[in-house]
């Protein structure tokens, strides 16, 4: 390759080519090339010798002995939960999320639990002043002294400053900011990500220190940057929510120290983020009195379950086509739900609009929703409230049956630790709770059965 040489990178997923195209032959996106500089590199024998590496022999299996990973709480419950269980040296944590939605907070509050626990804990900003930091830090709390601050872009001096400073844990914020003197592209490229991703967890690995980076999200609300950077790192945490409200859900799509898609809820306080360790409760109160059209359902996020309201609003057209809107659930689904109520049960509601919302903003694409918001549309469509006391789940098939889901009996002990006194569910789950007590288990077939409890 020539000394100014130059590839086309895919943004989204980091495939590399001679020349332009219009879509990528990987990720299959379209306009996704952007063309950037490359450094020459050293191949075979000679890069190993300079780089002064040794060389690794393999190891057999039998040799290796296995233990558990030692973690080291966050201080904070929700977010060890997220981790499974705390953060385990030598790992590679991504934090993405909207701007403003409090990744800097959140992670500088780990650093004010963390410097109660570690002797030395170091926040490496691309983005703030040591001024600014300082601001934020005053309104969160007080600090221990074994917490440091580093304002530094360049990924070399990062580097040395953490060789030398030997610190348990670093955060850096954020990723797009860094870069590296040998790639002559802009920080934030590709390149220029890819490699600073590569830096952290070798340093990450060798040290034994657990690295804490943050990552911007595109306009799809995924991380900037090629698709591998997700695949480096060894945990993939998203802020979510709407930051002019003042819930926030850390959720982790990606980790290899524990379960996946486990969440930790939080709200946005003038002092930083305080824990939800009760989410249903907050999600359900304000939730009306005798109202049509209002349903409490039962998701699973991970291992935890959580009571949500689904409402809908379903009134006369004044077009001749109908409205559908949803809020936090795939619209395609709603409209294929609507379908079936029209098919199964004769309901006219070619002829009506449909709005569904999921109170509170969360988003959700769980199949145990669908009986729920059938009952919801049902409900509204012939104005009869459902009982407050009543709390739903069940998956809907294309010819009205009510299919089973994972984890009922957690779905039902969660309402009755909550107070509520009946349970609409798929019959065929009937075995796994059967016996629980002190609630009425109401077990539905079909959306037929389910137009017979809305009726109740």
Known sequence: MKKNATLFFCQSCGYESSKWSGQCPACREWNTFAEEPVAPKQKGVSARKSSGRERKSPVSLKNITSADQERVSTGMAELDQVLGGGIVPGSLVLVGGDPGIGKSTLLLQVCQHLAERLPSILYISGEESLQQIKLRAARIGTFQDSLKLLCETNLADIEETVLREQPKAVIIDSIQTMYQEEISSAPGSVSQVREATGVLMR???????????????????????????????????????????????????????????????????????????????????????????SVVACTMEGTRPMLLEIQALVCKTNFGLPRRTAAGMDYNRVNLLMAVLEKRLHLPLSSYDAYVNIAGGIRLNEPAMDLALVLAVISSYKDVPISEQTIVFGEVGLSGEVRAVSMAKQRVLEAKKLGFTRVVFPQSSWESVKNITGISLVGVSSVRDALRVAAE
């Open 203 to 293: 340093l990450a690995k060798e040290q034994n220190i657990a690295i804490f980076i943050v990552g911007h999200v595109t306009k799809e609300g995924t991380v900037a940057g090629p698709r591998v950077l997700e695949h480096m790192v060894d945990t993939v945490l998203y802020f979510e929510g709407d930051r002019h409200a003042s819930y926030r859900i850390l959720r982790g799509v990606k980790n290899r120290f524990g379960s996946t898609n486990e969440i930790g809820v939080f709200e946005m306080m003038e002092s930083g983020l305080k824990e939800v360790p009760n989410p249903s409760e907050y999600m359900l109160s304000g939730r009306p009195k005798e109202a049509s059209g």
